[in-house]
């Protein structure tokens, strides 16, 4: 799915929480690259930048199979961890990244006064989901689709709405790639009466060479 992206990126900072939405896989469903021994996985392993014993620890423990995954690697290559970014930079990184936008200044004021140990997690589970990162990543996969109308293209603009609207609900709806992949590419129908279908002729055009 592809909120799996946005863990990808919340997983390097080590905040991401356990929830319904994040679920914790077994081992036994870790792909090979994935697979490490429990004692492999501590968070509480001391690395310096020559992998010897020092005194820098991973500042938080690992939350899920992405960050087991990061901080093994890490451990194994020696790789002394950056520190904690500053709640103040964390919410500024989390919302440009999530929801394309700089936070308002309430919501830097509140999370700011917030003094729960897990504020963080609480931020990500608000963000993700929310309309701005349903409208932010609408905007991310119509750029990768190019859903335009264009001059001589055969997309025309209820085609480019439909389309448009059809990602979106991809989005907040969280629908799998593997649908919208089968649907995009076994479409058929009219494509100013349904979405799917311009995404096969986006790149077909009248007249001139392309």
């Known amino acids: 799915m592809h909120r799996v992206s946005v863990a990808l990126l919340l997983g390097a900072m080590s905040v991401w929480a356990g929830s319904d939405h994040c679920p914790v896989y077994p081992h036994s469903q870790f792909p090979p690259e994935f697979a490490r021994s ?7 392993v001391l ?3 020559l992998g010897e014993p020092g005194d820098i620890r991973f500042a938080q423990g690992s939350n899920n199979f992405i960050d087991d995954f990061i901080f093994g690697k890490m451990a194994a ?3 002394q961890p950056a520190p ?3 709640d103040a930079e964390f919410l500024r990184r989390l919302s440009l990244d999530v929801t394309g936008r700089i936070p308002q200044p309430e919501q830097v004021e509140a999370f700011l ?3 729960r140990a897990d504020k963080r997690s609480f931020l990500i ?3 993700v989901g ?3 990162f349903i409208d932010n990543w609408t905007f991310y996969y119509a750029n990768f689709f190019e859903v335009t109308g264009r001059y001589y293209n055969l997309i025309g603009i209820p085609g480019r709405n439909l ?4 990602l979106r609900d991809f989005v907040a709806r969280d629908r799998s790639y593997q649908e919208i992949a089968t649907e995009l590419i076994t479409a058929t129908g009219d494509s100013h009466t349904s979405g799917p279908p311009n995404f096969l002729i986006r790149a077909s055009q009248q007249g001139d060479p392309i």
Do not use: N, W
């Not at 389309?163 to 059809?166: A, G, M, Q, T």
């Open 38 to 44: 429990q004692k492999d996985a501590a968070p509480e």
């Open 84 to 86: 904690l970014t500053t």
């Open 125 to 127: 589970d608000s963000l």
């Open 163 to 166: 389309f448009h609207s059809y």
């Open 77 to 79: 290559a020696g790789v």
């Open 113 to 115: 006064a917030d003094g």
């Open 130 to 132: 929310s309309e701005a």
């Open 47 to 49: 690395v310096s930048s």
